[in-house]
């Protein structure tokens, strides 16, 4: 079983719709999460992080943890085709010394104008 | 404010070589993460320094190393290059180890290697 695991897509939303992208992670005592956007040949950006269970928003994105289910979410809204790229989920496992991130191999998304 | 920086931005070395990637953290930051990212992949993590130690390590054979300096600037070292070392390599940088510090990432250095 992947530590991290993502639908690899491509999602494929109109413009202006709500893109809905999700992870799910198998290490229980996982302590914080993030999404990162990554265009083809740059490197990941950060777009969202989250610690604790429930909805965090930031402009058109909104991320929603439930640590119960081992699920992270990434919604955007009001998708336009510069959202288009691939998303990656990354988790810090619990437990060792220092904050490595496991990524999953992320899901590419396209917006359709 | 200066960004995570990494050089060079390209390189290519034939099997057997050995190559240094160089890191520069962003302003402000101490702590230096590598990563390897394969095509169409996600990130891999290499190691993590932080004062100058290698304070985590994945899963990756001892032909990697690092090494941090006193300035948080930071080297990779690939020893006997393998084809399957070709991948876009990924330093990150934050303000300490605790789990709610987030890493930014530097524009990556691509090696082919033939």
């Known amino acids: ?113 | 404010d200066a960004g995570v920086t990494q050089s060079p931005t390209h390189l290519i070395k034939t099997r057997g070589q050995q190559v240094t990637l160089r890191c520069s953290p962003k302003s402000g930051h101490d702590t230096v993460s590598w990563y390897q990212q394969a095509l169409g992949q996600g990130p891999q993590f290499i190691f993590q320094y932080y004062e100058e130690e290698e304070r985590q390590r994945g899963n990756f054979p001892d032909r990697f190393s690092g090494h941090q300096f006193p300035n948080y600037s930071s080297e990779l070292n690939v020893n006997a290059l393998l084809l399957g070392d070709s991948a876009l390599y990924l330093c990150a940088s934050s303000t300490g180890t605790g789990y709610q510090e987030t890493q930014y990432f530097g524009p990556g250095t691509r090696l082919l290697v033939l």
């Open chain 1, 1 to 113: 079983q992947k530590e991290v695991e993502q639908n690899s897509g491509p999602l494929s939303v109109p413009e202006g719709a709500i893109a809905s992208l999700n992870c799910t992670y198998s290490d229980r005592g996982s302590q914080s999460f993030f999404w990162y956007r990554q265009y083809s040949g740059k490197s990941p950006e950060l777009i969202m992080f989250i610690y604790s269970n429930g909805d965090k928003e930031d402009g058109r994105f909104t991320a929603q943890l439930n640590k119960a289910s081992q699920y992270v979410s990434l919604l955007i809204r009001d998708s336009q085709p510069s959202d288009s790229a691939t998303y990656l989920c990354a988790v810090n496992p619990k437990g060792e010394y220092g904050n490595k991130l496991v990524f999953g191999a992320g899901t590419i998304l396209r917006v359709k104008s």
